[in-house]
């Protein structure tokens, strides 16, 4: 049996063009138009490449893009400044800090200091919380688009045994949130887990969240699971991979997600839906 490939890239596109005809409804009838707000600092080249893509993605979709490049000299009390600026700019409704920042800048201050209301990443300890207490406002997007891949396979999550490798704030362990809030049976797995593989092997759903290429392997699939991988590695070679050996556990998996063309597409629409849904509240 060979898996069936939840392509990322088809279900983003799908998802951007719905996003589209809300964005041009909503601007039709109350004359606000979603906008983003993205902060970048310094010139680590794959971030300035994730901004302009997130730029290119809410132009392609009729939201209103503000794009911040500052200086990897910037201090933290200029960057705070401008946080406090967005946080009050009408024509704002979602902003986004890329992360990493630079050493000298303390990115929980930042994080913290960007409104809970226009948190489009979903990282603020108020949003944070909302989505433990299983009434989230903005859930993270990365997370949020790995729900969207489970459901367009047609399995119902409630019941199902579910493990998350990985434990971070912004990917590991609100996935692990958003599966238990759908009534799967969660684990999380981290790099102190004693004999992991036989902990995976277990679960009907696999989430590989850990930045290490080739290390979900088959061994440790039960026959057809559904296996996403969030990972983003790239090889000696140039070639990116994901955490999952995907050409040997496509064979065991029922379902599975390719990288490149699969999570990473799915982020950035959902980062779009974060902030046309902020938009909404902001027109009511
Ligand atoms: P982190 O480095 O913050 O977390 C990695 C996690 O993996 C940690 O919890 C760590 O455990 C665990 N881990 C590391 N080694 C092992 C091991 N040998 N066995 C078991 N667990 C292990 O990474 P992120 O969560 O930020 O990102 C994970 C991956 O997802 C990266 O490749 C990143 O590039 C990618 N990513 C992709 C996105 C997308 O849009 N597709 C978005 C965000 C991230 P411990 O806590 O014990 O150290």
Same mark, same amino acid.
């Given at each position: 049996m060979?898996?069936q490939?939840? %392509?990322g890239?088809?279900?983003?596109l799908?998802?951007r063009?719905?996003?589209?005809?809300?964005?041009s409804?909503?601007?039709?009838?109350?004359?606000?138009?979603?906008?983003?707000? $993205?902060?970048?600092?310094?010139?680590?080249?794959a971030?300035?490449?994730?901004?302009?893509?997130?730029k290119i993605?809410?132009?392609?979709?009729?939201?209103?893009p503000?794009e911040?490049?500052?200086?990897?000299s910037t201090?933290?009390?200029?960057l705070l %400044?401008l946080?406090?600026?967005?946080n009050v700019?009408?024509k704002?409704h979602?902003?986004?800090?890329q992360?990493?920042?630079?050493?000298?800048?303390?990115?929980k201050a930042?994080l913290?200091a960007?409104?809970p209301e226009k948190d489009a %990443?979903?990282f603020?300890?108020v949003?944070?919380?909302?989505?433990?207490?299983g009434d989230?406002?903005?859930?993270?997007c990365?997370?949020k688009?790995?729900?969207?891949m489970?459901?367009?396979?047609?399995?119902?999550?409630?019941?199902?045994?579910?493990?998350v490798?990985?434990?971070s704030n912004i990917v590991g362990?609100?996935?692990a949130?958003l599966?238990?809030?759908?009534?799967?049976?969660? =684990?999380?797995?981290h790099?102190?887990?004693k004999?992991?593989?036989?902990?995976?092997r277990e $679960?009907?759903?696999?989430?590989?969240a850990?930045g290490?290429p080739f290390?979900?392997?088959p061994d440790?699939i039960?026959e057809?699971?559904v296996?996403?991988?969030v990972g983003?590695n790239r090889?000696d070679?140039g070639k990116l991979?994901?955490?999952?050996?995907?050409?040997?556990?496509? $064979?065991?998996a029922g379902?599975? =997600?390719p990288v490149?063309g699969g999570v990473?597409?799915m982020?950035? $629409?959902?980062?779009?839906?974060n902030?046309?849904?902020?938009a909404?509240r902001?027109?009511?």
């Amino acid at each position: 049996m060979s898996a069936q490939i939840i %392509d990322g890239k088809a279900l983003a596109l799908s998802l951007r063009e719905s996003i589209a005809q809300e964005v041009s409804l909503l601007q039709k009838n109350t004359g606000v138009q979603p906008g983003l707000a $993205a902060v970048l600092v310094g010139d680590d080249p794959a971030s300035a490449i994730y901004v302009r893509n997130k730029k290119i993605a809410c132009e392609k979709a009729g939201l209103y893009p503000q794009e911040h490049l500052l200086p990897s000299s910037t201090t933290e009390e200029a960057l705070l %400044d401008l946080i406090h600026q967005l946080n009050v700019d009408p024509k704002i409704h979602g902003i986004l800090v890329q992360l990493p920042l630079p050493p000298h800048i303390e990115s929980k201050a930042i994080l913290q200091a960007v409104s809970p209301e226009k948190d489009a %990443d979903g990282f603020h300890p108020v949003n944070v919380g909302r989505l433990v207490e299983g009434d989230p406002v903005f859930v993270p997007c990365t997370p949020k688009g790995v729900i969207h891949m489970i459901d367009s396979t047609g399995l119902d999550i409630g019941g199902k045994r579910a493990v998350v490798i990985g434990r971070s704030n912004i990917v590991g362990k609100p996935i692990a949130m958003l599966l238990l809030h759908r009534h799967a049976t969660v =684990t999380i797995c981290h790099s102190r887990t004693k004999d992991l593989p036989s902990v995976v092997r277990e $679960a009907d759903i696999v989430i590989a969240a850990i930045g290490k290429p080739f290390f979900v392997t088959p061994d440790m699939i039960k026959e057809g699971a559904v296996v996403i991988d969030v990972g983003i590695n790239r090889l000696d070679n140039g070639k990116l991979v994901g955490d999952v050996d995907f050409d040997r556990v496509k $064979a065991h998996a029922g379902w599975i =997600t390719p990288v490149p063309g699969g999570v990473g597409p799915m982020t950035i $629409a959902m980062l779009l839906q974060n902030t046309l849904e902020s938009a909404k509240r902001f027109a009511q």
